[in-house]
């Protein structure tokens, strides 16, 4: 995207700062470091808007990879057979299917501040009734209440932040959250390797999600609501308001203009109805969406989230802190490679990213089936290969999947609309985590690994043939490039 390009696309985007560029004309001596700055709309309170609503995604990444190390203490602790095993792992999925239900509701009912806010709170309750259960059945009680606040969470954080963004780093801004997630896991597998050989060290992971949520809790509060959610509401004064603390260097006239035509985008968007929903470019978003949502999950990546330990245990390490010390060096990769890919994320662009990562997984999942019954070679080959996967998964799959469903609804809706995809991806999250003990019993773990590779791989072809690029582009163009057939995309840029 060339700046002149940058500067048309911020100029349809109703509540996208064009901060400061009268008052740069006006003033010649602004320093080149902040010029560059305000051209790429991406202020310092924005940025940290962006930061603070992307620290629900360590909370996100902490609670759902934490129970891959509680796990091996817990089953020996309770004495839990696989499939004891998988419900506990899995129950979390029940609770994110019923947060997805309502989610989306939340989030557009109360805001998307508010509900970030809300889901801090649930976020602390689950994660202290887990620190203090004294049986399996409290574990679950406080699984589901988890699983319903990474479920909100990760509704209403990539919401808030794909609404605040510039079109132009509106992928940078909202991989802010799937960096969050990556910090998250990371977080946990060191929590599993430390406290792995401490007696009742489960209860030490758990709680220590308490304190993150109280952090960020503390930060949603001192941030401005979404301005394109105070629009929809008919909060004027408010969403200017907003608009200026999120863009200080903005002129009088700059706000003034923004909410008038934000003023008629929130019309146009009251008269939206779910008839709507279903039909023309916002129905082909949804298809699309669902079919990335569900090759997400059916690739494998959940087992790999919940049960890299126990992989790892398979693939020949002999003992809980030798699996979880490996397990540790997949969050390192898959935190590096995120980084890499909020870097890259609207150079590149959407397309390129998925497709390759898609491809590398399966690679990745064919050399692991390859090495999962050699025990003496197959360590150091478990680890390349699911490093390879972590990798691969981080850079498309992880941050352009959420990236895509933020950018593809209406605003009136898009808190349904991603509710709805979210209950999809729970869902099949659910399948995947459920069944993958019992699988291995009966067919291998080869067999499985490979059965997952055929879907990354077909999920390649899916890509290829149906995901269009958006790369750079105002929410309100990205549903005229998807005014078409689902599948027809091909090499369109």
């Excluded at 709309?41 to 629900?56: D, E, F, I, K, T």
């Excluded at 060290?201 to 304190?211: N, Q, T």
């Excluded at 459920?434 to 699988?439: D, I």
């Excluded at 791989?457 to 057939?485: N, Q, W």
């Amino acid at each position: 995207v060339g700046m002149d390009d940058e500067l048309s696309e911020e100029a349809a985007q109703p509540l996208v700062a064009r901060e400061g560029t009268a008052h740069v004309q006006e003033n010649e001596t602004v320093d080149v470091s902040h010029h560059a700055a305000v051209l790429q709309g991406v202020s310092r309170p924005l940025l940290l808007a962006a930061v603070g609503a992307g620290l629900g995604g360590v909370l996100f990444g902490y609670d759902v990879g934490v129970v891959s190390g509680a796990t091996l203490l817990i089953a020996t602790e309770f004495d839990l057979s696989d499939f004891q095993k998988e419900l506990l792992v899995s129950i979390m999925l029940v609770g994110a299917i019923i947060g997805s239900l309502t989610g989306g509701i939340i989030t557009d009912r109360v805001g998307r501040r508010k509900a970030i806010m809300l889901n801090c709170g649930i976020f602390a309750v689950g994660g202290a009734m887990l620190a203090g259960a004294s049986n399996l059945a409290l574990l679950l009680a406080g699984r589901l209440v988890v699983g319903f606040a990474v479920a909100l969470s990760v509704l209403a954080e990539c919401i808030y932040i794909a609404e605040i963004a510039p079109p132009a780093r509106r992928g940078l801004l909202v991989t802010f959250n799937e960096l969050g997630i990556t910090l998250g896991f990371l977080l946990a597998y060191i929590a599993g390797y430390a406290f792995i050989d401490v007696a009742g060290g489960w209860r030490y992971m758990f709680g220590l999600s308490v304190p993150f949520a109280l952090a960020q809790c503390a930060c949603m509060a001192l941030l401005p609501p979404s301005p394109r959610w105070l629009m929809l509401v008919g909060r004027r004064a408010e969403a200017r308001a907003a608009i200026a603390r999120l863009h200080p260097t903005a002129s009088a006239d700059f706000l003034d203009e923004q909410l008038a035509a934000a003023g008629a985008e929130a019309d146009c968007q009251r008269a939206f109805s779910l008839r709507t929903l279903l039909s023309g470019p916002t129905a082909r978003g949804a298809a699309i969406g669902a079919g990335l949502v569900l090759l997400q999950q059916l690739s494998g990546q959940p087992t790999v989230l919940y049960y890299g330990p126990t992989l790892f245990e398979k693939a020949g390490f002999s003992s809980h802190s030798s699996a979880t010390r490996a397990n540790v060096i997949l969050g390192v990769a898959k935190m590096a490679t995120t980084v890499c890919s909020l870097l890259t994320v609207d150079r590149l662009g959407r397309r390129p990213l998925l497709l390759v990562g898609s491809t590398i997984m399966g690679c990745a999942l064919v050399l692991l089936g390859v090495f999962s019954s050699d025990s003496d070679t197959g360590r150091g080959m478990a680890i390349l290969a699911l490093v390879l996967f972590v990798m691969a998964y981080a850079f498309s799959y992880g941050p352009v999947t959420w990236l895509f469903l933020s950018e593809a609804f209406p605003d009136a809706h898009r808190g349904l609309a991603v509710g709805g995809a979210s209950v999809l991806n729970w869902a099949a999250n659910l399948l995947v985590s459920l069944t993958f003990l019992s699988l291995i019993d009966a067919a291998g773990l080869a067999t499985v690994l490979w059965v997952y590779a055929a879907v990354c791989f077909l999920g390649t072809l899916f890509i290829y043939m149906c995901v269009p690029e958006t790369r750079g582009l105002p929410l309100s163009a990205i549903h005229k490039v998807l005014d078409g057939p689902v599948c027809h995309f091909g090499l369109s840029p």
